[in-house]
C-alpha cells in the first residue's frame, strides 16, 4: 500500500533526532533520569516524558533546562523542537506564523487560518476562589485598601499572585471564538495541554470572597488525566453528561464575523499542572489549523500532606485580616476539624496486624484521617487504597533492609529501597512510615528515642499535626508510666 504524501516527514526525524542528542548526552553525564530533572529544575514526569517515545516534542522551558544540564547547543535543539513540532501537531506552526489564507493549499474553496480567529481567553475570578500560598504566610504583610478605596476593595488576589500563589482544585476561563474569516469554521477540538506536571503545591490555603456572584461553568477539563478531555457537566451535581466528550457528540459551528463563549473549568485533585489551550478549527474545504491563546495557568491539588493554616479574607472585618476557617469543598476537606469516619475499605482492602491492637483502635480513625489528608467521597477512598499499599510496602521493605543489613547485604538493602522509593510519590513514603511507627509504638507501648525525636520533629511541622499529636502523647504517657513504675521503690521495702 502506497504510503500516503507527508506521512512521515522531516518533523519526526527531527523528533527522533532531538531524543537521540538527549539519551546520547545523558549517557555521557552518567546521571540517572531523577538526577537529571533535579540538576535541570524539572519533575521527574517531565524529564521522562521528553525521552519517551511517542510523547509530544518537550516544552521550550524544558529543552532549555534539559540543554543547560546536559550540556548541549540550545540553539540546535530549539531548532529541532521546532521542525518537530511542525509534524506532531498539525498547523501548530501556522497558528505560530500566521499565514495568509492563501497558503493552506484547498484549491478555489474557502479557507481560514489562525490570523483570521480571534480566540480571546479571561481567566475568571469566582465566588469563593482559593488560592495555595506557598510558606511562609507573610500575614505580618496583609493586602491594604487604597487611599479612598471603598469596603473590600483590597486586590487580594493580586497580592497572593505576587507572593507565588496558585489556583487550588480548579481554574476558571471565559474563552470567546471570533470567526473574522470569509468561510464557516468547524471547532474540532479544544484541549487542555500540560506543559508540565508535579507534586502539588505545599503551603497555606488562601480563601477570597468577595460580593457578587458568577457564571456556573458548564465544561470541564479533569487535569489528572494523561490527555484531557472537554466534558459537559450538570450545573447542579458538577457530573460529567453523555458518554463521549463535549465536542465528539456536539457539531459547533461559526459563521462568518460570528462569536462564541465557552465557560470552561480545569480541575485537579492529586498534581500541580502547568498548562495551555489548544483549539483545532477546519474551515469548509480547507485544512485544520490550530490556535494556541498565549495564556498559561498553573492548578494544584491537594499535596498528600495536606494545606495549613487554611485562611479566608474577611474584607467586611475593621481592619480586614485573615482567619482560621474550615473548608468542606466536596472532595476534600480543608481546615481545622475533627475527624471524619472513614466510608467502607475498598474491596479487598486489608489493614497491618497491629491495627488490630486495642491501644491502637482508639486512634484509628486519627491514623486514618491522617492517611487520606481530609479528602472525601471517592478521591478519599482512593487515597485511602494507596496510603495502604505504601504502609504495607514500607512494612515488607523495613523488614526486608533489617535482614540484609544483618546477613551484611548492604547492596541488597539499598536495592529494596530504592525499588520503595521508584514505586511511591516520596510524601505517600513518609506518611505510611509516620503512621507503620505510630502504630508499632502505641502496640508496644514504647518508641526508640531517635525514633521518637523524628516523629515529634515531623508531627509538629505537619499540617495534620492536631490528630497525631493525642498518638504520640498516649506513647509518651505509656513511656513515663512504665519509667515511673520502674524507678518506684517497692512497697514495704525500707
Not at 488525566?225 to 447542579?236: Q, T
Not at 523524628?454 to 504517657?477: F, K
Request: with cysteine; glycine share 8%; net charge neutral.
Amino acid at each position: 500500500m502506497q504510503e500516503p504524501v507527508g506521512s512521515r516527514g522531516p518533523g519526526k526525524d527531527a523528533l527522533a533526532e532531538l531524543r537521540a542528542r538527549l539519551v546520547d548526552a545523558l549517557a555521557r553525564s552518567r546521571l540517572s533520569k531523577t538526577q537529571l530533572a533535579a540538576r535541570a529544575g524539572l519533575g521527574r514526569t517531565t524529564v521522562w516524558a521528553a525521552f519517551r517515545d511517542g510523547a509530544p516534542p518537550p516544552t521550550p522551558h524544558t529543552v532549555e533546562a534539559l540543554a543547560g544540564a546536559l550540556r548541549l547547543p540550545p540553539g540546535e535543539l530549539h531548532a529541532l523542537r521546532r521542525r518537530a513540532l511542525d509534524e506532531h501537531d498539525p498547523g501548530e506552526a501556522g497558528a505560530a506564523r500566521a499565514p495568509s489564507s492563501g497558503d493552506t493549499g484547498a484549491g478555489p474553496w474557502p479557507t481560514a487560518s489562525a490570523d483570521r480567529v480571534e480566540v480571546l481567553v479571561e481567566q475568571a475570578d469566582p465566588v469563593g476562589r482559593f488560592l495555595v500560598l506557598p510558606s511562609p504566610v507573610p500575614l505580618n504583610d496583609p493586602p491594604v485598601r487604597a487611599p479612598g478605596g471603598a469596603i473590600g476593595s483590597e486586590d487580594v488576589l493580586g497580592w497572593a499572585r505576587a507572593r507565588g500563589a496558585v489556583d487550588f482544585s480548579y481554574t476558571l476561563l471565559f474563552v470567546t471564538m471570533t470567526n473574522r474569516s470569509d468561510a464557516h469554521l468547524t471547532l474540532r477540538s479544544v484541549r487542555a495541554l500540560v506543559l508540565e506536571r508535579g507534586e502539588p503545591v505545599r503551603g497555606a490555603l488562601v480563601s477570597i470572597q468577595p460580593a457578587g456572584s458568577q457564571a456556573v461553568p458548564e465544561l470541564l477539563f479533569d487535569l489528572d488525566e494523561v490527555e484531557p478531555g472537554l466534558w459537559e457537566v450538570d450545573e447542579y451535581t458538577r457530573r460529567t453528561v453523555g458518554r463521549r466528550p463535549y465536542l465528539d457528540r456536539t457539531h459547533v459551528r461559526l459563521a462568518p464575523d460570528e462569536s462564541m463563549k465557552l465557560v470552561i473549568t480545569a480541575e485537579v485533585h492529586r498534581s500541580c499542572c502547568t498548562w495551555q489551550l489548544r483549539l483545532a478549527f477546519r474551515p469548509d474545504g480547507g485544512q485544520e489549523f490550530v490556535v494556541r491563546p498565549p495564556g498559561r495557568y498553573r492548578t494544584s491539588g491537594l499535596p498528600v500532606e495536606g494545606l495549613a493554616p487554611v485562611l479566608a479574607w474577611q474584607w467586611h472585618a475593621k481592619p480586614p485580616a485573615f482567619a482560621p476557617t474550615t473548608r468542606d469543598l466536596g472532595w476534600c476537606r480543608v481546615g481545622e476539624g475533627a475527624p471524619q469516619p472513614l466510608g467502607p475499605l475498598p474491596e479487598g482492602g486489608t489493614l497491618p496486624d497491629w491495627a488490630a491492637h486495642p491501644d491502637v483502635v482508639r486512634f484509628l480513625p486519627e491514623l486514618l484521617d491522617f492517611l487520606t489528608t481530609g479528602t472525601a467521597g471517592p478521591e478519599r477512598l482512593r487515597r485511602c487504597t494507596a496510603a495502604r499499599s505504601a504502609t504495607a510496602a514500607v512494612e515488607t521493605a523495613s523488614r526486608a533492609v533489617a535482614q540484609a543489613l544483618r546477613d551484611g547485604a548492604a547492596d541488597e538493602a539499598r536495592r529494596v529501597q530504592d525499588g520503595l522509593k521508584a514505586a511511591f510519590a516520596p510524601p505517600l513514603l513518609v506518611q505510611a512510615e509516620v503512621a507503620m511507627l505510630l502504630g508499632h509504638g502505641l502496640a508496644r507501648g514504647h518508641l526508640p528515642a531517635p525514633t521518637h525525636d523524628v516523629l515529634r520533629s515531623y508531627i509538629e511541622r505537619t499540617p495534620a499535626a492536631a490528630v497525631l499529636r493525642p498518638a504520640l502523647a498516649a506513647v509518651e504517657r505509656e513511656v513515663g508510666r512504665e519509667h515511673h513504675e520502674r524507678n518506684a521503690p517497692r512497697r514495704g521495702r525500707t
